[in-house]
């Protein structure tokens, strides 16, 4: 079965550093997106950054990148000069392709931020 | 993009009692999904429309859990006879029909927190 996996449930960071937060996953897939999700408290979950396997490039998306490596099947996420308003809880999650793309999310990380 | 719609936000109900939980999508989104969200955890896969069909089905789903999406346009969630493991956020995403499914990212409504007395 296909699986995802975040191994930190909880981490902390002090405003304006810079934060990692990890993700395994595992796929009989050769070609596939996987992404990371942002939760706020009680409000609704947002995409944060996506990646295409193929692409050898890490994504980007202002403040926040990936780090991926395909052959280990890790998909970490890296937030720097991190703000208030990043506090969360992150989710990384892959989508089944033979099962309408539904998304195997991961346990997520609830991220603190320290003024 | 008036993004996903869930309603009502929340519903209290009584055990033994029916819920109906109502998501609009994005609008030129053909393709729509429910998840279940219980307090910490990753949200589950219930089910998947594409269109007004419902190609995928939960194998955890129980038999009191029905969802439809007439016309295409927005889905209904049904769960009968609720019990108190049914209490969860109940949330409905849409994408876009470009491409393989799964490719595209799923844009997710507020949810619906469901609890039962």
């Known amino acids: 079965a296909q699986t995802v996996t975040q191994s930190q449930p909880e981490m902390s960071v002090q405003e304006a550093e810079t934060v990692t937060l990890s993700c395994t996953y595992d796929t009989s897939e050769s070609d596939y997106y996987l992404f990371w999700y942002k939760q706020p408290p009680s409000r609704q979950m947002i995409l944060v950054i996506r990646q295409e396997a193929y692409k050898q490039q890490n994504a980007t998306e202002n403040r926040f990148s990936v780090n991926f490596q395909k052959a280990a099947k890790s998909f970490s996420l890296k937030i720097s000069d991190s703000q208030l308003g990043d506090a969360a809880m992150y989710f990384c999650a892959s989508p089944v392709y033979n099962q309408g793309g539904k998304l195997i999310f991961g346990q997520g990380t609830e991220l603190s931020v320290k003024p | 993009d008036t993004g996903v719609s869930q309603d009502p936000r929340h519903k209290i109900t009584k055990r033994g009692q029916n819920v109906t939980f109502r998501c609009d999508p994005i609008s030129e989104h053909n393709r729509l999904y429910w998840y279940r969200q219980t307090l910490g955890q990753g949200p589950e896969f219930l089910t998947y429309f594409q269109n007004e069909a419902q190609l995928e089905k939960s194998r955890l789903l129980s038999d009191r859990f029905s969802a439809e999406r007439p016309k295409g346009s927005f889905s209904t969630l049904e769960i009968q006879r609720t019990e108190q493991g049914d209490s969860a956020m109940y949330l409905c995403?849409?994408?876009?029909?470009?491409?393989?499914?799964?490719?595209?990212?799923?844009?997710f409504g507020d949810g619906t927190r469901l609890s039962i007395l």
């Open positions: 995403a849409s994408s876009s029909g470009g491409g393989r499914a799964g490719n595209q990212p799923q844009h």
